[in-house]
């Protein structure tokens, strides 16, 4: 007895064979169990020699069977094998991919997997267990089955074909076939851009329509005949990835809603104002004029005025000023009267998440990278400092849902996550606007191009233009000289000069930055300006680089800092 009980408290294990392992019946270090690599409470065994803390076990990880007869392979027995410890001592490290969920061993090196290495078949361990004879999803009203063979099948929730074959779950009274990685979607979801949950619904007797349908996230065609998230409310429609795509979902306790429900939107009207005017003028209407205000990203008054002046640009859009706007008679700060008039509060399609106008980004270096443009900018942002998600004004003024003066049919936001080419510049993004109708897709980058600018001393204005201004093909940008790669591409063209040029030639490489302001930053006792460039490229005092671009600099020290560098 006394023997018996000795052998149930100290194992001898396969991946440590120098010292046993002991037997805790409650074990709270919160290591991760070499066996499954999920964390271990309770019941375990562990190396207790000094430096060996790291081999701990779930108590039914340390005890699972060194050989296995499975019905995905019946031919031969697979034996419990270690990836990690084969990639310690084996010259190639080589890893091993799950025959059934189809992850690589490279992922999660420390599961251990049975393995037939005569077939070179591997399944986890929690691929492999028998146990788990049914399984219930959130979605469907019968328990699911799996079925132990390699069969080739259409899934009846995602509608994808398993070409290298793959073992389902069935529901025998309806004759679905489930992937077991679909049976995990969840029956409700509540993304951020609808107002009412979505349901999964995976039956064409419950939702089939013969004419195309576009999933309202994605903004691409969608099969009807298979699983899809749903509102019957406003017959709003997407994709089971996107519906749980996380930049689309909306993260609420589900169970404080019913179906019919609308979620609270945010009021952009409470605590939103931004200014307090000081003095106004009364209009030829009888309206009120503002000529003299406070705003919270300014620390003196501004005065509203219509002088413009060359090459002045708004602080917070970061775009050329037009009048009527507010200046400060103090320094070279400017607001258009639309962007003072800015709510603090936005709720935004890209971000689950209310975001709050800041003045400057929350970063060291004051600048930021917005999410849907791509581009730098040290403007205003809206921004969720939790998340580190940020929003230029321009970008955060695009509707879900417009036209362009480029395109003849409407456009809809499309949020996914796999990169879509834009058709106006050939860059890959994840959020862009889609059309319905040609499919026709284009980024945030090109569709908050200003449709009309100045560059430099010119005498006339630029207009984006969306064709070629000839059909000789060649395209040429009389700026740079050098050609245009394709008459498709958009570009700012001047009609009195016949005078076409490349987007970056006209509004500049970095068109959101607005150069020559002043910042304090800790690593110098004066502020510091922000330029684009130096023609000397002096030294970067703090990664000693030279400094090309993106500078912030004090000239009275001779004082040089990439913007990265702070």
């Not at 509608?159 to 004759?175: I, N, R, S, T, V």
């Not at 400092?385 to 970008?395: G, N, P, Q, R, T």
């Not at 040029?501 to 300006?529: R, V």
Request: proline content about 6%; aromatic content about 12%; glycine content about 4%.
């Amino acid at each position: 007895m006394e023997q018996q009980q000795q052998q149930q408290h100290h194992l001898l294990h396969f991946i440590h064979p120098n010292h046993p392992l002991l037997f805790n019946p409650d074990h709270r270090s919160g290591y991760r169990c070499r066996g499954c690599c999920e964390q271990v409470y309770g019941p375990s065994y562990s190396c207790r020699e000094s430096g060996c803390y790291h081999y701990t076990h779930h108590k039914s990880c340390a005890e699972l069977p060194l050989g296995l007869h499975h019905p995905l392979h019946p031919i031969h027995p697979l034996i419990l094998f270690s990836p990690w410890r084969w990639a310690y001592v084996a010259e190639d490290k080589q890893f091993y991919k799950c025959e059934l969920c189809k992850e690589s061993c490279e992922e999660c090196k420390d599961v251990y997997s049975y393995r037939c290495s005569r077939c070179d078949f591997n399944l986890h361990i929690t691929c492999a267990s028998l146990a788990p004879t049914t399984m219930e999803p959130e979605f469907h009203h019968h328990p699911l089955t799996p079925f132990w063979k390699w069969v080739i099948f259409t899934c009846d929730i995602c509608g994808k074909e398993d070409k290298d074959k793959g073992m389902p779950y069935m529901c025998q009274p309806c004759g679905l076939w489930i992937h077991r990685t679909c049976a995990s979607f969840p029956s409700r979801v509540k993304v951020v851009r609808h107002k009412h949950l979505l349901h999964l619904t995976h039956s064409s007797l419950q939702f089939h329509q013969p004419d195309p349908r576009f999933c309202q996230l994605c903004v691409q065609k969608l099969d009807t005949r298979y699983g899809l998230y749903y509102c019957s409310i406003c017959d709003f429609i997407a994709h089971l990835d996107c519906a749980i795509f996380k930049e689309n979902r909306e993260y609420i306790d589900l169970q404080k809603f019913e179906d019919e429900d609308e979620v609270p939107e945010l009021d952009e009207s409470v605590d939103s104002i931004t200014y307090k005017v000081n003095k106004f003028n009364m209009g030829e209407d009888g309206t009120q004029i503002a000529i003299e205000i406070k705003h919270f990203s300014h620390e003196h008054d501004l005065m509203l005025t219509d002088e413009v002046l060359n090459n002045q640009k708004c602080d917070g859009c970061v775009r050329d000023i037009l009048p009527p706007f507010y200046s400060c008679v103090k320094c070279s700060f400017f607001l258009h009267e639309s962007c003072v008039k800015l709510p603090k509060k936005k709720k935004h399609p890209l971000h689950q998440h209310p975001l709050t106008l800041l003045p400057k980004a929350p970063y060291m270096h004051k600048l930021f990278w917005c999410n849907a443009c791509r581009q730098g900018c040290n403007g205003f942002t809206y921004s969720c400092i939790m998340c580190k998600f940020d929003l230029d004004v321009e970008c955060s003024l695009k509707p879900d849902v417009f036209t362009h003066e480029g395109h003849k049919h409407r456009l809809i936001l499309s949020n996914t996550a796999h990169r879509q080419k834009c058709n106006c510049c050939d860059n890959e993004r994840y959020q862009v606007f889609r059309c319905t109708t040609c499919e026709f897709v284009l980024d945030f980058q090109c569709a908050t191009l200003p449709q009309t600018t100045r560059y430099g001393q010119h005498e006339h204005p630029f207009t984006l233009s969306y064709r070629a201004e000839d059909n000789s093909g060649e395209y040429y940008c009389d700026i740079c000289e050098e050609e245009r790669r394709d008459s498709k591409y958009w570009f700012y063209y001047c009609e009195d000069c016949n005078y076409p040029a490349h987007p970056n030639c006209i509004i500049g490489k970095y068109p959101n930055f607005k150069f020559g302001g002043a910042y304090t930053f800790d690593c110098h006792s004066h502020p510091l300006t922000f330029v684009e460039e130096t023609k000397d490229r002096p030294q970067c005092n703090e990664c000693n680089d030279s400094c090309e671009e993106l500078i912030y600099q004090c000239a009275q020290c001779n004082f040089y800092i990439h913007q990265y560098c702070l």
